[in-house]
T-cell receptor, first 109, second 114 residues
Framework: AQRVTQPEKLLSVFKGAPVELKCNYSYSGSPELFWYVQYSRQRLQLLLRHISRESIKGFTADLNKGETSFHLKKPFAQEEDSAMYYC???????????FGSGTRLSIRP | NAGVMQNPRHLVRRRGQEARLRCSPMKGHSHVYWYRQLPEEGLKFMVYLQKENIIDESGMPKERFSAEFPKEGPSILRIQQVVRGDSAAYFC????????????FGQGTRLTVV
């Protein structure tokens, strides 16, 4: 079955430190991978998707098919990065989006 | 474009009552998804609908839960005879197409069963 695993419920780092939020998936085909973010009191919104290969707000994520991972990285954390981050997977045959359990990122000043 | 609108934002129901959650997708979006978020847990897929069709309801409990997305009007998630375990945040998302397009989320409805 398709699954998204985010092993860390909470990640706390100091401002200016590098950040890596881990995401592993299980799917035998070619998935679409996404990262969604939910800032305090705001709705869930798309941060980035692997197909676009963009850097958004300094964040990047590389799809590693060999390790079935899609870790989210940022070289220097900022306080405004504090939020809940969800890794998600979709596949065109079924169309639904499957989310991981989320990682709460807390940036300490 | 006002974005995905969910109402009510908060809903309190007594055990045994019915809960109706509404979701108006973004203009031009014909695909709607419902997710449930239990405390301290992630988003669990419930159902995926297109206008007048249920495409995937594999995440819906077999009893008491139903969803519709009529030709006119919002999508409705209906929970009959609510129990305490139904207390959760219910999120709706909409998109223009199938799963490889961006889904836009509403702010959610927080259901509390007392």
């Amino acid at each position: 079955a398709q699954r998204v695993t985010q092993p860390e419920k909470l990640l706390s780092v100091f401002k200016g430190a590098p950040v890596e939020l881990k995401c592993n998936y299980s799917y035998s085909g070619s998935p679409e991978l996404f990262w969604y973010v939910q800032y305090s009191r705001q709705r869930l919104q798309l941060l980035l998707r692997h197909i676009s290969r963009e850097s958004i707000k300094g964040f990047t994520a590389d799809l590693n098919k060999g390790e079935t991972s899609f870790h989210l990285k940022k070289p220097f954390a900022q306080e405004e990065d504090s939020a809940m981050y969800y890794c998600a997977l979709s596949y065109s045959s079924a169309s639904k989006i499957i989310f991981g359990s989320g990682t709460r990122l807390s940036i300490r000043p | 474009n006002a974005g995905v609108m969910q109402n009510p934002r908060h809903l309190v129901r007594r055990r045994g009552q019915e809960a109706r959650l509404r979701c108006s997708p973004m203009k031009g979006h014909s695909h709607v998804y419902w997710y449930r978020q239990l405390p301290e847990e992630g988003l669990k897929f419930m159902v995926y609908l297109q206008k007048e069709n249920i495409i995937d309801e594999s995440g819906m409990p077999k009893e008491r839960f139903s969803a519709e997305f009529p030709k006119e009007g919002p999508s409705i998630l209906r929970i009959q005879q609510v129990v305490r375990g139904d207390s959760a945040a219910y999120f709706c998302a909409s998109s223009v197409g199938q799963g490889d397009t961006e889904a836009f989320f509403g702010q959610g409805t927080r259901l509390t069963v007392v």
